[in-house]
């Protein structure tokens, strides 16, 4: 039995279903209209229908033209490019199968884009990323808008593909969804090592060939990158918010457990379709609670910042108005129970050795940490999700009760016995506005940086500072005109190696910026998510070199000292930004630009404003 819920989660559940309530019975009621015991293929014309099963074998079409076996459409974001996507090449086959053997047919909707951080860190590229999310969003729209399935399974693994699918699969949250994940790679050069060769490198201490040889032998196989950024962040979600198959996660691809779970997943969507007596829509899966544990998931795990973006958004496609607020209270009960690199050295397989999700729901339900009582696609209740994947003896998908320890207390900890008693992430409030922090991997003694401030426009100017000897000093870097409506908000990784240097050093280093960091700014304290940004002419705008800005985790709070006459008659610093809105298709993307919102309710452009209201 799971202990009584912890008083702060219940009344910060509270008040989001409180202050919910109007738009989440709008989308409730919604979605129930959408709903019917009949598949939709039905409404549709001899035209329409025919068009829609004209590819299919004689044997799958006879099952569509009958309209009474479930019809899957797969949601796909395979591509060969992308290490942790091109283990999808293979899925539509392996689902088809699986689908026929279930008495159902699949067919792949449509496929949505999937670009590569790593790929495009530091890179104009990377100013397309966070947009893709919702350009995914819209694409699974467009994949599912033929009517023609009853459930659906997304493909999908890394940074904004999952939440973009996530946010699509809501706007049908009349269908079941099952979240399909690929697995991480195998684990290559230790991250110790690969983090030493990139601050060598920094310093000038080693080639570029060096460098070049760390990062293959870290990212070398098909499969997520093993560290704990957003992609993986991502499969923690799914599995804490019941979206995938218990255990799901972090099997490796191309195993035979891997398409077992695969094989399952697809049997499993057909159970829940409205055909059967197992009905379950993604839009009354993720309610509330749901999302609550996903909020708790990512502090107890160190999950990636890009998460208080991801779902303030994914909350709203669900009528549910979540805050930074809520994030806030909840990393002050919620105990970090994960050290995965960039906290630690382990990576992800590591994590999964250890006992992994399983082991981590069990003891956060254990401890009245989670809720129990949600909707999952495997069943009623989180505690079904409390085991652990293998195959038998007949090299069949099975299940056995998760371990109850720890096999890497270094690693995986029990909640009585937690790395550190809150989250680490924190809401900075000020006179620079608002920002948030992660401080899982930063020492306490690190958390009140108080220094003069450099102010840059980009990335590129610090590197270069760096090299000039022109930081070497206690120093808060300052990265602005990096919102979502200057250039689509691109994270800042590569300030990571110099900003830990000039630490290691001994200064005492901040950064301070309307930028993302991913879960990658690692020990060295970062505001990041500035709001209001530059471009919008907010406060940080008005900082000048020089300037005294004091970053305090421990009170919450970011701020400047400028004597207030002379703060309040500062005109704000403008930039000509043309540069970033051309080139490497930025050009098409000036309307996302207009319409998006601010970073504290997603930096959607769905939404608009600190609530995330729809426009």
Known sequence: MSAPLNPTIAEVTRRIVERSRERRGAYLARIDAASGPRAHRAQLS????????????????????????????????????????????????????????AGATAQVAGGVPAMCDGVTQGQAGMELSLFSRDVIAMSTAVALSHDMFDAALYLGVCDKIVPGLLIGALSFGHLPAVFVPAGPMTSGLPNNEKSRVRQLYAEGKATREELLEAEAQSYHAPGTCTFYGTANSNQMLMELMGLHLPGASFVNPNTSLRNALTTAATKRAAQITALGDDFRPIGRIIDERSIVNGVIGLHATGGSTNHLLHLIAI??????????????????????LARVYPNGSADVNHFHAAGGLAFLIGTLLDHGLLHGDVETIAGPGLARYRVEARL?????????PA??????????????????????????????????IKVSAVPEDRWVVEASCR???????????????????????VVRFQGPKANGMPELHQLTPALSVLQKRGHRVALVTDGRMSGASGQVPAAIHLTPEAACGGPIARLRD????????????????????????????????????????????????????PADAGASVFAHGSSGEMA
């Open 46 to 101: 001899c035209g329409n229908l025919a068009h829609g099963f004209a590819a299919c074998s004689p044997t799958d079409k006879a099952l569509l033209r009958g309209g009474v076996a479930p019809n899957l459409g797969i949601v796909t974001a395979y591509n060969d490019m992308l290490s942790a996507h091109q283990p999808f090449e293979q899925f539509p086959f392996l689902i088809r199968n699986a689908a026929r053997e």
């Open 315 to 336: 909350a709203a496609a669900a009528g549910i108005d979540l805050r930074l607020e809520d994030f806030d209270d909840l990393s002050s009960v919620v105990p970090l």
């Open 392 to 400: 038998d003896d007949e090299r069949q998908l099975a299940y056995v």
């Open 403 to 436: 371990t109850a320890t720890s096999g890497d207390t270094e690693v995986l900890r029990p909640a009585d016995a937690p790395f550190r008693a809150d989250g680490g992430l924190r809401v900075l409030r000020g006179a620079l506005g608002t920002a948030s």
């Open 455 to 477: 102010v840059f426009n980009e990335q590129r100017e610090v590197r270069e500072a760096f090299e000039r000897g022109e930081l070497d000093r206690d120093v808060v870097v």
């Open 546 to 597: 020089g300037d005294v800005v004091r970053v305090d985790a421990r009170a919450g709070t970011l701020s400047v000292q400028v004597p207030e006459a002379e703060w309040a008659t500062r005109a704000p610093a403008t930039l000509d930004l043309s540069a970033s809105h051309v080139g490497l298709g930025r050009d098409l993307f000036e309307v996302f630009r207009r319409a998006v919102g």
